[in-house]
């Protein structure tokens, strides 16, 4: 009976608030939200329609049989958290040292990070390839250290591994940075050493479970970058899942546009994720 | 034996001195308090005591091992922040374990001393409960076992109870003493606020730009101020310009109006220019002629304070403070009424220019 009311009073008050939004508000906010989800509703429309005069998931199936499209989401997959990783290990202990003892260094550091969005992937990709191309020697010395990462798998992987972790850099540090700013990180570590506790563990027990929603939001973007790359993974020569929707839509009609819509779905999830995991920790980090 | 030394102990950030020269002796269960006001140096001592700074010059000694250089997490020393740092991540009995986990204790002895925390700041009911589910004196009281779990040989607290409302900080400094004096262990307390290092410590250490003032009882501090720093910034205090009149017998004279001081001025002559303290509570209407220091004073406001009403007086030329408790049945003067007004000689302190 009394949660009967409280539901009542809740949807007043809701209905309440909508009706006070200015006419015009509500005018931009649809016509925002056409803008968006038209284009997205063709190609849901056109990813249905493989079959003449029948709406159905043919385009879905025939894409999701491909075995080439297993081969190569599952390639980038294992790419993104490869990068997702390196990025953590370089990342959190670079966002952290600066926050704590080299203040100073933090507009230079934001700097770096904002290259990638000035630097092309073209010119990454480029410069990667003309120095790893080569064999790693000992300078003024014939010796040879290692052979040229674009000649084996493995050194192809390492090679795409760090550009990724180059273009996912502004994502992954500003999460992290911001992460870092909501709690207090200098005073959390000072109690943690006072308490014994050395450096891995202070980041290891206190730093990360802190920012973990910073670090899942960082991680989930630089999973939509790696997924959907398209230069790097052309230019190395891999068999990422860029460069197939690309070669994919060239050759056909439907199945691009139902593996587009699928991806657009994917990352509705990925958001969502974010969203349910932010929350959690608000309340958490809402108490310091 | 000395329990913690700080020896010459200096701390300089570049071009200014936060810490000048500090030497302090705390013996083994005794309470200290660093009282003075922001940017006075008292909470860089309290860091470099946990390591957290590391000393321009001097050596700061545990039982007579030097741990000037020591990092923080091998120096054995619990330290309470003012934000209280508690984990977010972590329940109460984890924030509380934490130290021992590191430490690598057994886990049936870290249960063990949890629980004996928690009952040491009645909180075994919050044991599972996260910080944000906390009120601000419960966070502190967990991030107070939380330093005391590691039986650490000092326990630093830096102002521990500024985030709090008042009373909560009473009876939280009451818990504070209490549990420190039960435990014995050694402890230094930051603050700015009189109160809580007059009610709390052992000794006092008042501070003033990186230098140390006074050290002394509480009870020294209050009553017999060597500074006019020391004077101003513990209690509230009338403070003037004097002349000494005759050293051997303590006569001096504020705008013309004598008083006559217990304080030894023989090293003095006639016409020094001195500073003369008197607190307000040491001032009251006299009652009979024969007091000494009985001089007429025109009343000139009155002021309720609640427990204690504070009248202000003009003697001579100068403007005196005077506290006197409040009661139901209190004749008040009239402004503008000349009274006669004492003082004993001990309540006339003189202090250097």
Same mark, same amino acid.
């Given at each position: 009976?009394?949660?009967?009311?409280?539901?009542?009073?809740?949807?007043?008050?809701?209905?309440?608030?909508?009706?006070?939004?200015?006419?015009?508000?509500?005018?931009?906010?649809?016509?925002?939200?056409?803008?968006?989800?038209?284009?997205?509703?063709?190609?849901?429309?056109?990813?249905?329609?493989?079959?003449?005069?029948?709406?159905?998931?043919?385009?879905?199936?025939?894409?999701?049989?491909?075995?080439?499209?297993?081969?190569?989401?599952?390639?980038?997959?294992?790419?993104?958290?490869?990068?997702?990783?390196?990025?953590?290990?370089?990342?959190?202990?670079?966002?952290?040292?600066?926050?704590?003892?080299?203040?100073?260094?933090?507009?230079?550091?934001?700097?770096?990070?904002?290259?990638?969005?000035?630097?092309?992937?073209?010119?990454?990709?480029?410069?990667?390839?003309?120095?790893?191309?080569?064999?790693?020697?000992?300078?003024?010395?014939?010796?040879?250290?290692?052979?040229?990462?674009?000649?084996?798998?493995?050194?192809?992987?390492?090679?795409?591994?760090?550009?990724?972790?180059?273009?996912?850099?502004?994502?992954?540090?500003?999460?992290?940075?911001?992460?870092?700013?909501?709690?207090?990180?200098?005073?959390?570590?000072?109690?943690?050493?006072?308490?014994?506790?050395?450096?891995?563990?202070?980041?290891?027990?206190?730093?990360?479970?802190?920012?973990?929603?910073?670090?899942?939001?960082?991680?989930?973007?630089?999973?939509?970058?790696?997924?959907?790359?398209?230069?790097?993974?052309?230019?190395?020569?891999?068999?990422?899942?860029?460069?197939?929707?690309?070669?994919?839509?060239?050759?056909?009609?439907?199945?691009?546009?139902?593996?587009?819509?699928?991806?657009?779905?994917?990352?509705?999830?990925?958001?969502?994720?974010?969203?349910?995991?932010?929350?959690?920790?608000?309340?958490?980090?809402?108490?310091? | 034996?000395?329990?913690?030394?700080?020896?010459?102990?200096?701390?300089?950030?570049?071009?200014?001195?936060?810490?000048?020269?500090?030497?302090?002796?705390?013996?083994?269960?005794?309470?200290?308090?660093?009282?003075?006001?922001?940017?006075?140096?008292?909470?860089?001592?309290?860091?470099?005591?946990?390591?957290?700074?590391?000393?321009?010059?001097?050596?700061?000694?545990?039982?007579?091992?030097?741990?000037? %250089?020591?990092?923080?997490?091998?120096? %054995?020393?619990?330290?309470?922040?003012?934000?209280?740092?508690?984990?977010?991540?972590?329940?109460?009995?984890? %924030?509380?374990?934490?130290?021992?986990?590191?430490?690598?204790?057994?886990?049936?002895?870290?249960?063990?001393?949890?629980?004996?925390?928690?009952?040491?700041?009645?909180?075994?009911?919050?044991?599972?409960?996260?910080?944000?589910?906390?009120?601000?004196?419960?966070?502190?009281?967990?991030?107070?076992?939380?330093?005391?779990?590691?039986?650490?040989?000092?326990?630093?607290?830096?102002?521990?109870?500024?985030?709090?409302?008042?009373?909560?900080?009473?009876?939280?400094?009451?818990?504070?003493?209490?549990?420190?004096?039960?435990?014995?262990?050694?402890?230094?307390?930051?603050?700015?606020?009189?109160?809580?290092?007059?009610?709390?410590?052992?000794?006092?250490?008042?501070? %003033?730009?990186?230098?140390?003032?006074?050290?002394?009882?509480?009870?020294?501090?209050?009553?017999?101020?060597?500074?006019?720093?020391?004077?101003?910034?513990?209690?509230?205090?009338?403070?003037?310009?004097?002349?000494?009149?005759?050293?051997?017998?303590?006569?001096?004279?504020?705008?013309?109006?004598?008083?006559?001081?217990?304080?030894?001025?023989?090293?003095?002559?006639?016409?020094?220019?001195?500073?003369?303290?008197?607190?307000?509570?040491?001032?009251?209407?006299?009652?009979?002629?024969?007091?000494?220091?009985?001089?007429?004073?025109?009343?000139?406001?009155?002021?309720?304070?609640?427990?204690?009403?504070?009248?202000?007086?003009?003697?001579?030329?100068?403007?005196?403070?005077?506290?006197?408790?409040?009661?139901?049945?209190?004749?008040?003067?009239?402004?503008?009424?000349?009274?006669?007004?004492?003082?004993?000689?001990?309540?006339?302190?003189?202090?250097?220019?």
């Amino acid at each position: 009976m009394a949660s009967e009311k409280i539901r009542k009073v809740v949807a007043m008050n809701l209905l309440a608030r909508i009706r006070r939004i200015p006419f015009w508000s509500w005018i931009w906010f649809i016509l925002g939200a056409l803008y968006f989800l038209l284009p997205l509703y063709a190609t849901a429309n056109f990813s249905l329609r493989m079959e003449r005069d029948v709406i159905g998931f043919k385009a879905y199936i025939r894409a999701f049989e491909d075995p080439e499209f297993l081969k190569t989401f599952m390639y980038s997959n294992m790419l993104a958290l490869m990068t997702i990783l390196a990025s953590i290990v370089l990342i959190v202990p670079t966002a952290y040292w600066i926050r704590l003892r080299l203040p100073e260094a933090r507009r230079v550091v934001e700097f770096i990070t904002l290259l990638p969005f000035v630097v092309p992937a073209i010119i990454l990709v480029f410069g990667l390839i003309r120095i790893y191309s080569s064999p790693l020697v000992i300078p003024f010395t014939n010796i040879k250290l290692l052979q040229p990462l674009t000649t084996f798998e493995v050194g192809t992987d390492i090679l795409i591994v760090a550009g990724y972790m180059v273009l996912g850099l502004p994502y992954m540090y500003r999460s992290v940075d911001t992460g870092m700013r909501t709690v207090d990180v200098r005073t959390l570590t000072e109690a943690a050493q006072s308490l014994g506790a050395g450096w891995f563990t202070i980041i290891v027990k206190v730093i990360l479970p802190n920012i973990r929603a910073a670090l899942l939001s960082g991680a989930l973007l630089t999973f939509a970058i790696v997924v959907g790359e398209v230069t790097l993974a052309s230019f190395l020569g891999v068999p990422a899942f860029g460069p197939y929707l690309f070669l994919l839509g060239q050759h056909r009609a439907y199945e691009p546009a139902a593996l587009s819509f699928a991806s657009f779905l994917l990352t509705w999830v990925a958001m969502g994720l974010i969203q349910l995991f932010t929350g959690g920790q608000g309340e958490v980090s809402g108490a310091h | 034996m000395t329990h913690l030394a700080l020896t010459n102990v200096s701390k300089v950030f570049g071009d200014f001195t936060a810490v000048n020269n500090f030497n302090l002796d705390v013996q083994k269960g005794e309470f200290v308090s660093f009282l003075g006001p922001s940017g006075c140096g008292k909470t860089t001592t309290l860091r470099m005591i946990a390591g957290f700074e590391i000393p321009s010059m001097g050596k700061i000694t545990i039982d007579g091992a030097d741990i000037t %250089n020591k990092a923080p997490s091998q120096r %054995n020393v619990g330290m309470v922040f003012q934000s209280y740092a508690l984990f977010p991540n972590m329940t109460v009995a984890q %924030n509380i374990g934490f130290g021992l986990r590191v430490r690598k204790e057994k886990e049936s002895e870290i249960k063990e001393r949890v629980a004996e925390m928690l009952a040491i700041i009645n909180l075994e009911k919050k044991a599972d409960s996260y910080p944000y589910q906390l009120s601000g004196g419960q966070m502190q009281r967990v991030a107070l076992a939380r330093a005391l779990a590691i039986r650490p040989q000092v326990l630093l607290l830096d102002e521990p109870l500024s985030a709090l409302d008042a009373k909560i900080r009473v009876s939280l400094r009451a818990e504070i003493r209490s549990i420190q004096q039960k435990l014995g262990i050694t402890a230094i307390y930051v603050t700015h606020d009189q109160e809580e290092a007059l009610s709390l410590s052992d000794r006092i250490v008042v501070m %003033n730009m990186g230098e140390m003032e006074q050290v002394g009882t509480p009870f020294e501090i209050y009553n017999f101020p060597t500074t006019v720093f020391s004077a101003n910034f513990v209690g509230t205090l009338n403070n003037a310009s004097a002349e000494v009149v005759d050293p051997a017998s303590g006569f001096i004279s504020i705008d013309g109006v004598q008083f006559e001081s217990a304080v030894d001025l023989t090293e003095r002559k006639p016409g020094d220019k001195v500073r003369v303290a008197i607190r307000p509570e040491r001032l009251s209407f006299a009652s009979e002629q024969k007091k000494a220091n009985v001089v007429d004073a025109t009343i000139e406001n009155i002021t309720f304070l609640g427990s204690v009403v504070r009248i202000r007086v003009k003697i001579g030329s100068t403007k005196f403070n005077m506290d006197t408790f409040n009661n139901p049945f209190l004749e008040l003067p009239k402004i503008g009424a000349v009274e006669q007004v004492t003082c004993s000689r001990e309540a006339v302190l003189v202090l250097d220019e």
